[in-house]
């Protein structure tokens, strides 16, 4: 999440949304009762001469909207928050009607709250400080580049070399390197670290093209000892020893290792642990939980979004951590395994 203003004092915030872990924090924040200004488009229907009466014009507007229902859909990526206008900069647009936003990565908006609270900061500032990692697994043949940005992963290009098989021709590799480059410039922003992974010397020749480049060579590393490549290999890499060490103070790895501490306390029958929402919900009132990991598939339970959402900010309330995690990897099916959410406890309840 890029936050460009925090005015606790005014109760301000703006920022862009950037993955759907994000979307998860602003679901924490806004609240019925809060504002949020951002562009979206409108029907205007204008009384003229030639305008028909059954059709209006879709324009772009701004408005700020007083959010009266807000829920997530981490199926498909978006947060919809539905409210009153009470502001808009066309006139065309009535005050008097309701509107909903669906927020998805990409999207800007400022949130303004009647008063701030140190929580609200407290999980803000856990978005605003999540880094960036560019993961290449490249081999002579392909190369993968993925972006993990919190615990989620995305795998945003393959690239395809167009060399041979052995006893072919071999293909001269700079514009297979010159492509793997252009889509790490394209995706590149300051504080990202470039990590570079693969079988044989590929990685080596792409490692001194990215330590020449002024921006995206400011903060690159290869990784050895990994051989796999293209799309498999950035999404095996990240549970690779090697990316752990390289990426210790990553988000990811604090959850695998939530994650990997819950597995070996049930495996050993230690009660400090807890796993589905109405267990992490009462070690939270108690407030036993040191590290928590919500999974989004703690609302195929049948569970009140509400409640989750409550229960996360009680934890951090009470001084533990929260963490979320992406399905679709392994240490997120893990979590989904135990019902969507895990917690270590800093002592156990009555037993299950």
Same mark, same amino acid.
């Given at each position: 999440?890029?936050?460009?203003?925090?005015?606790?004092?005014?109760?301000?915030?703006?920022?862009?949304?950037?993955?759907?872990?994000?979307?998860? =924090?602003?679901?924490?924040?806004?609240?019925?009762?809060?504002?949020?200004?951002?562009?979206?488009?409108?029907? @205007?229907?204008?009384?003229?001469?030639?305008?028909?009466?059954?059709?209006?014009?879709?324009?772009?507007?701004? =408005?700020?909207?007083?959010?009266?229902?807000?829920?997530?859909?981490?199926?498909?990526?978006?947060?919809?928050?539905?409210?009153?206008? @009470?502001?808009?900069?066309?006139?065309? =647009?009535?005050?008097?009607?309701?509107?909903?936003?669906?927020?998805?990565?990409?999207?800007?908006?400022?949130?303004?709250?009647?008063?701030?609270?140190?929580?609200?900061?407290?999980?803000?500032?856990?978005?605003?400080?999540?880094?960036?990692?560019?993961?290449?697994?490249?081999?002579?043949?392909?190369?993968?580049?993925?972006?993990?940005?919190?615990?989620?992963?995305?795998?945003?290009?393959?690239?395809?070399?167009?060399?041979?098989?052995?006893?072919?021709?071999?293909?001269?590799?700079?514009?297979?390197?010159?492509?793997?480059?252009?889509?790490?410039?394209?995706?590149?922003?300051?504080?990202?670290?470039?990590?570079?992974?693969?079988?044989?010397?590929?990685?080596?020749?792409?490692?001194?093209?990215?330590?020449?480049?002024?921006?995206?060579?400011?903060?690159?590393?290869?990784?050895?000892?990994?051989?796999?490549?293209?799309?498999?290999?950035?999404?095996?890499?990240?549970?690779?020893?090697?990316?752990?060490? %390289?990426?210790?103070?990553?988000?990811?790895?604090?959850?695998?290792?939530?994650?990997?501490?819950?597995?070996?306390?049930?495996?050993?029958?230690?009660?400090?642990?807890?796993?589905?929402?109405?267990?992490?919900?009462?070690?939270?009132?108690?407030?036993?939980?040191?590290?928590?990991?919500?999974?989004?598939?703690?609302?195929?339970?049948? %569970?009140?979004?509400?409640?989750?959402?409550?229960?996360?900010?009680?934890?951090?309330?009470?001084?533990?951590? %929260?963490?979320?995690?992406?399905?679709?990897?392994?240490?997120?099916?893990?979590?989904?395994?135990?019902?969507?959410? %895990?917690?270590?406890?800093?002592?156990?309840?009555?037993?299950?």
């Amino acid at each position: 999440m890029i936050v460009s203003s925090l005015i606790p004092k005014q109760g301000t915030c703006s920022l862009i949304v950037e993955s759907p872990d994000d979307l998860w =924090i602003l679901r924490r924040l806004i609240a019925p009762g809060d504002t949020i200004v951002s562009k979206t488009s409108r029907v @205007s229907k204008r009384e003229d001469e030639y305008s028909r009466p059954d059709r209006g014009e879709r324009i772009k507007v701004t =408005i700020a909207l007083v959010v009266e229902s807000v829920s997530l859909d981490s199926s498909v990526g978006r947060l919809r928050v539905r409210g009153r206008i @009470s502001e808009a900069s066309d006139d065309s =647009i009535s005050t008097a009607g309701s509107h909903s936003v669906s927020i998805s990565p990409g999207y800007g908006l400022t949130l303004k709250k009647d008063s701030w609270s140190p929580l609200d900061t407290v999980i803000l500032t856990s978005a605003k400080a999540s880094r960036r990692f560019l993961i290449v697994a490249i081999d002579r043949r392909e190369a993968g580049v993925g972006l993990l940005t919190g615990s989620h992963l995305s795998v945003l290009s393959s690239v395809d070399s167009g060399a041979s098989g052995k006893g072919g021709q071999e293909a001269d590799p700079e514009p297979f390197l010159r492509k793997v480059v252009a889509v790490l410039r394209n995706s590149w922003r300051e504080g990202d670290m470039v990590v570079l992974a693969g079988p044989g010397h590929t990685k080596l020749a792409l490692a001194n093209r990215v330590s020449s480049d002024p921006e995206i060579g400011k903060n690159s590393t290869v990784v050895e000892g990994f051989d796999l490549s293209g799309s498999d290999g950035v999404r095996s890499l990240i549970k690779f020893e090697g990316f752990r060490k %390289v990426a210790a103070d990553s988000v990811l790895v604090e959850v695998q290792e939530v994650v990997e501490e819950v597995v070996t306390r049930i495996a050993r029958g230690d009660g400090k642990v807890a796993y589905t929402l109405p267990r992490v919900r009462q070690a939270a009132e108690a407030g036993a939980v040191e590290a928590c990991v919500a999974s989004d598939d703690v609302f195929s339970q049948n %569970v009140d979004e509400q409640m989750v959402v409550d229960t996360l900010n009680l934890i951090e309330r009470k001084g533990g951590k %929260v963490f979320l995690s992406d399905p679709s990897l392994e240490t997120g099916k893990q979590v989904s395994s135990f019902g969507g959410m %895990v917690a270590t406890l800093r002592y156990a309840l009555r037993p299950y």
